[in-house]
């Protein structure tokens, strides 16, 4: 399967707390996605990071890319409890007309 | 639209019975795909339209399952002879840009909520 993997699959930490999850992929990759998803409805676009970057900021958002390890990871700094949601990270391959890869998603919640 | 929507947002339906989902994608989105959740899971890829061609149709799971496009806008998903492992959220998304190297950023609609009885 193609399909990629995060880690944890569920994270439950208290507001305030930073929360990191962890992507594999097996593809090669152009770019590096991560989407989130409230109560199993549709996905939110977060971050885009292109298989040239190492790092990308965006908000309480941090994205690393490590392309020799096929792995990304999704730090959210001080969070709240709005952020409890699904997680999931997407891979962009190299080849036109292939679309993205989504991962399986971690859980995470986040106690006030 | 400002958004892709999906309609209807929930069908319940007897075994054996035919369905049809719509998605509408957001207007000038060249691509649209679906995607099946089941719950508690990921998402799993079915089919996806440029234009209104389908160049990867590996995801879908039997010929119970097609889709088509048209006027490169709406899309409807029909799954014959539902079966009750088909209830699920099929979800729908649409991108200005083709898959590929380009990095599209998919936008998705509600899904809809199948209950196959």
């Known amino acids: 399967s193609q399909q990629g993997e995060e880690d944890p699959q569920a994270l439950s930490i208290q507001e305030g707390e930073n929360a990191t999850m962890n992507c594999s992929y097996k593809?090669?990759?152009?770019?590096l996605q991560w989407y989130r998803q409230n109560s199993g409805r549709g996905l939110v676009h977060l971050i885009l990071?292109?298989?040239?970057?190492r790092e990308k900021h965006s908000g309480r958002l941090r994205v690393t890319l490590d392309t020799s390890k096929k792995s990304s990871s999704l730090l959210i700094t001080a969070s709240r409890a709005a952020d409890t949601a699904s997680y999931f990270c997407?891979?962009?391959?190299?080849?036109?007309?292939?679309?993205?890869?989504f991962g399986k998603g971690t859980t995470l919640s986040v106690s006030s | 639209g400002a958004g892709v929507s999906q309609s209807p947002s929930n069908k319940v339906t007897e075994k054996g019975k035919d369905v049809e989902l719509r998605c509408d994608p957001i207007?000038?989105?060249?691509?649209l795909y679906w995607y099946r959740q089941r719950l508690g899971q990921g998402l799993e890829f079915l089919i996806y339209?440029?234009?209104?061609?389908?160049?990867?149709k590996s995801g879908l799971p039997s010929d119970r399952f097609s889709a088509e496009r048209t006027g490169e806008s709406v899309s409807t998903l029909t799954i014959q002879r539902t079966q009750q492992e088909d209830s699920a959220v099929y979800l729908c998304?649409?991108?200005?840009?083709?898959?590929?190297?380009?990095?599209?950023?998919?936008?998705f609609g509600p899904g809809t909520r199948l209950l196959v009885l």
């Open positions: 207007s000038g989105h060249t691509a």
């Open positions: 339209f440029q234009g209104n061609s389908a160049p990867d």
């Open positions: 593809t090669s990759i152009n770019n």
């Open positions: 990071i292109r298989s040239n970057e």
């Open positions: 998304a649409s991108s200005f840009l083709a898959p590929g190297p380009g990095g599209e950023t998919q936008y």
């Open positions: 997407a891979a962009g391959p190299n080849q036109a007309g292939t679309a993205l890869i």
